[in-house]
């Protein structure tokens, strides 16, 4: 079964310093990852993906993330936190084994950014 | 130029009573989604629908209905909601096809009393 896993509830991080949410997928086949951002009482904005290509992607706002398949890591990086990136993040794989391509989500990490 | 939007935002009810919620996409996508975020924040697919075809119906009580009127419109009605529904309802949308991405409505807050 295609799954993600997000290790950490939470993350916290002084405003400046680098950061680093976590997420590892199982998947047959090619993985298809995402990143969305929810504000508190807000939708989810998409920060960015991972389809295919070069293993470090750029993203919104700064984000980038790093694929790595032998480790079966797609985790969430930022040189440099600012206050306003705290939110709660998704990591998601696209679920192509059930053909209906629908997006399979961990179970979110709230990243604290502190002044 | 709202993207993906829902109505209404909030939805407080009581027991027993029958609701819909709405979405609308302008974004020219072929393929529609309903999630529901429980009180812990996870997310979980409940349908798909791609052209007004249902094409994912998870494990969802069938006191919920989709119906898709156009490929624009995708709508979510509720049948003698349950103290249970109480969560928050996401819609979203995508152009079919193996990379490309959701994008999401700013969600509708039902609570059932």
């Known amino acids: 079964a295609q799954s993600v896993a997000q290790p950490e509830d939470q993350v916290n991080v002084a405003e400046g310093n680098p950061l680093t949410v976590k997420c590892t997928y199982s998947v047959s086949g090619n993985p298809y990852l995402f990143w969305y951002v929810q504000y508190p009482n807000r939708g989810l904005q998409f920060l960015l993906k991972y389809i295919t290509g070069d293993n470090l992607v750029k993203g919104s706002y700064g984000f980038e993330a790093e694929f790595n398949k032998s480790q079966t890591s797609f985790h969430l990086k930022k040189p440099s936190a600012l206050v306003s990136d705290s939110a709660l993040y998704f990591c998601a794989v696209r679920d192509w084994a059930s053909n209906t391509g629908k997006l399979i989500f961990g179970q979110g990490t709230t990243l604290q950014v502190k002044p | 130029d709202t993207a993906v939007s829902q109505t209404p935002k909030y939805l407080v009810t009581q027991m027993g009573n029958d609701k819909s919620i709405k979405c609308e996409q302008n974004l020219g996508h072929d393929t529609m989604y309903w999630y529901k975020q429980d009180s812990k924040k996870f997310l979980k697919i409940m349908f798909s629908?791609?052209?007004?075809?249902?094409?994912i119906n998870e494990t969802v009580p069938n006191r919920f209905s989709p119906k898709s009127p156009d490929k624009a419109h995708l709508n979510l009605h509720i049948n003698s909601l349950e103290l249970g529904d109480s969560a928050v309802y996401f819609c979203a949308s995508s152009q079919e096809g193996r990379g490309d991405t959701q994008y999401f409505g700013p969600g509708t807050r039902l609570t059932v009393l």
């Open positions: 629908y791609n052209n007004k075809e249902l094409i």
